[in-house]
């Protein structure tokens, strides 16, 4: 990995301070978005400039927002040039224009967006979730940039399901924690959980690593394959994956 | 021929094949797969498709976008049976038959798309026609050279998703390293980290540059302008 070194001072904003939510697009099938953000005390002048950039692996669009002093908002935030899919991750800058080029005095990045009816507490998910047609599929991980749980739009009660079932929590969720783990252990032979705080990567190692009763991370292949079943029983258990499952299907049942 | 997509069975049968080339068992690809029921399905648009050769990947991308233009952008992005089909179609475009008249396919993913982030723009077909998408004409330098193969400048550009989204950037390697005669990259251009100025060397640069500078609002001169004198050899050929 490249180390980058960041030796004029620029400002890391927390991602706390942001918050982008997808909407509707006003034309088309596609989004828009919504950003409410909070830049106060943070000593950027007034005169500096704020632009929102959205991204993923496929594309990219750039919206301004006047100035750190006086917001103005662009006249359309329609993501047209932006694919849905994989979902989009959003930069907030704030740049010094004074000068021929502009000069970066601070950065939000890979801020996760709130779905149209999120609630706010879901912000900076590790497993944002996106509905979308998956033909006879009911689920899919997508890993193509971050992980994305995909869920089938044509599933009546999928969404109440996943959040709230006993079903999704006994049985999609353990296999999507091993299938993340597994990408980043043995695909992108990622294994450092401290390397960088904004990393998924090294978030869901953090919250692997958080999880009762898992040990540290291993040398070797063979003994890492072991350290995800662990961390997918810690999981189970810790979420009482048999219990809702059981009682889900004493539900159905009766 | 009709433009198709390879379902499960005709990509596990691509596939295959591809590994019959890989270890010498067979020294052909079977195309009957195309226009077989059993191994694919249509598209939602009728699309003919001839046989055609292309002279560079620039070319290749263009007519890539064009052949497509019918097709909603859903159809077309993360479709794996789609690109492969085109793969198999374009075979002697993308895998030529070498004078021992062996082939050498490489890794699977130059021919049956990976869409994760690391692999998505190796595919032979989908990684020039995403660049010409993005980018079109200014794609030159990086879609120089033959279909069968991606130059240095392309693979160390293609793969990062912060500098090949930047059309500044793009713009910046045609300043550096297109010789303005024969249109291809100049000489010493892809070479090593260790030559000055060189693609590798780009890359590094603008990564820190980016610590520093809004590099997205820049055109290409200003990025050329902004760079170290280690440049000047490329800035000045």
């Known amino acids: 990995m490249i180390r980058r070194l960041n030796y004029t001072g620029r400002r890391k904003i927390s991602r706390a301070r942001v918050t982008v939510r997808l909407i509707p697009a006003k034309r088309g099938d596609g989004y828009a978005f919504h950003v409410d953000y909070d830049l106060k005390g943070l000593r950027f002048p007034d005169t500096a400039r704020v632009y929102v950039e959205a991204y993923n692996v496929a594309s990219y669009m750039r919206f301004s927002f006047g100035t750190v002093g006086e917001r103005h908002d662009p006249r359309t935030t329609d993501l047209r040039d932006v694919t849905p899919r994989p979902l989009p991750r959003f930069r907030l800058k704030v740049v010094d224009e004074q000068d021929r080029l502009g000069l970066l005095l601070g950065v939000a990045d890979k801020i996760v967006p709130l779905r149209p009816e999120e609630e706010l507490s879901h912000k900076q998910s590790l497993l944002p979730v996106e509905f979308c047609d998956l033909g006879d599929r009911v689920w899919r991980l997508d890993l193509t940039d971050s992980p994305v749980l995909e869920l089938n739009n044509r599933v009546e009660g999928i969404a109440d399901a996943a959040r709230v079932g006993g079903s999704f929590v006994g049985l999609v969720f353990p296999e999507v924690v091993r299938g993340v783990l597994s990408h980043i252990l043995f695909v992108l032979r990622e294994d450092d959980p401290t390397a960088d705080d904004s990393e998924w990567t090294s978030q869901w190692l953090r919250y692997a690593l958080a999880l009762p009763d898992v040990g540290a991370l291993p040398e070797q292949d063979a003994d890492r394959e072991e350290w995800i079943d662990q961390a997918v029983h810690a999981f189970c258990r810790a979420r009482q994956a048999r219990e809702k499952l059981e009682t889900t299907l004493r539900k159905e049942s009766q | ?237």
């Open chain 2, 1 to 237: 021929m009709l433009l198709r997509s390879l379902n499960h069975n005709g990509v596990a049968r691509f596939r295959s094949a591809l590994g019959k080339l890989r270890d010498g068992t067979s020294v052909e690809v079977s195309t009957d797969l195309l226009e077989d029921n059993a191994h694919t399905e249509a598209v939602s648009a009728e699309i003919n498709v001839e046989p055609r050769s292309f002279v560079s990947r620039l070319e290749l991308g263009e007519y890539l976008n064009g052949l497509l233009s019918a097709l909603p952008i859903e159809e077309i992005d993360r479709n794996r049976g789609l690109w492969s089909w085109l793969s198999l179609w374009l075979f002697d475009v993308v895998c030529p038959r070498r004078a021992d008249g062996s082939r050498k396919p490489g890794r699977d993913y130059r021919h049956i798309p990976d869409f994760g982030y690391r692999h998505r723009h190796r595919h032979l077909l989908f990684g020039p026609y995403e660049l010409f998408r993005r980018h079109g004409a200014r794609s030159i330098v990086l879609l120089a050279g033959a279909p069968s193969s991606e130059s240095g400048l392309y693979h160390e550009i293609a793969g990062r998703q912060e500098l090949v989204s930047n059309p500044g950037v793009i713009d910046a390697t045609v300043r550096l390293y297109m010789d303005r005669k024969t249109g291809a990259p100049k000489k010493g251009a892809q070479g090593s980290a260790t030559v000055p100025g060189g693609v590798r060397r780009l890359v590094h640069v603008l990564q820190q540059l980016d610590l520093t500078f809004d590099i997205h609002a820049m055109t290409g001169r200003q990025i050329v302008d902004l760079l170290p004198d280690e440049f000047d050899v490329w800035r000045k050929r």
